[in-house]
């Protein structure tokens, strides 16, 4: 399984960004997903989560509000779409396959990260 994030870039706080990730050689439409970040210093971090139906969500309260998580089955592809942003954003984000939606410490595949960086 393959996945790779598009839509990374600068952005200025307040403004939106979408991220894209698009996932290959595995049934996606049976993966829970997920995204993280990591900004430079820190540890990574959980962003948000969608089901492998798109009934169910989940977000970092950082986040929560800000952020929306959604995906096309028919695309392989999960989105994050980023409003309001403000410069503590800045991180390199990463999808990733989850084991489960419940458990956000089994990740079965991560993605190779795009950086976005929020100016203030």
């Known amino acids: 399984v393959q996945l790779q994030a598009f839509g990374g870039g600068l952005v200025q706080a307040g403004g939106s960004l979408g991220l894209s990730c698009a996932v290959s050689?595995?049934?996606?439409?049976?993966?829970?997903m997920g995204w993280f970040r990591q900004a430079p210093g820190k540890e990574r971090e959980f962003v948000a989560a969608?089901?492998?139906?798109?009934?169910?969500?989940n977000y970092a309260d950082s986040v929560k509000g800000r952020f929306t998580i959604s995906r096309d089955n028919g695309k392989n592809t999960v989105y994050l779409q980023m409003n309001s942003l403000k410069p503590e954003d800045t991180a390199v984000y990463y999808c990733?396959?989850?084991?489960?939606?419940?458990?956000?410490?089994?990740?079965?595949?991560w993605g190779q990260g795009t950086l976005v960086t929020v100016s203030s």
């Open positions: 969608i089901t492998w139906s798109g009934g169910n969500t």
């Open positions: 990733a396959v989850l084991n489960r939606y419940s458990d956000l410490s089994r990740i079965e595949y």
């Open positions: 050689g595995g049934t996606f439409s049976r993966y829970a």
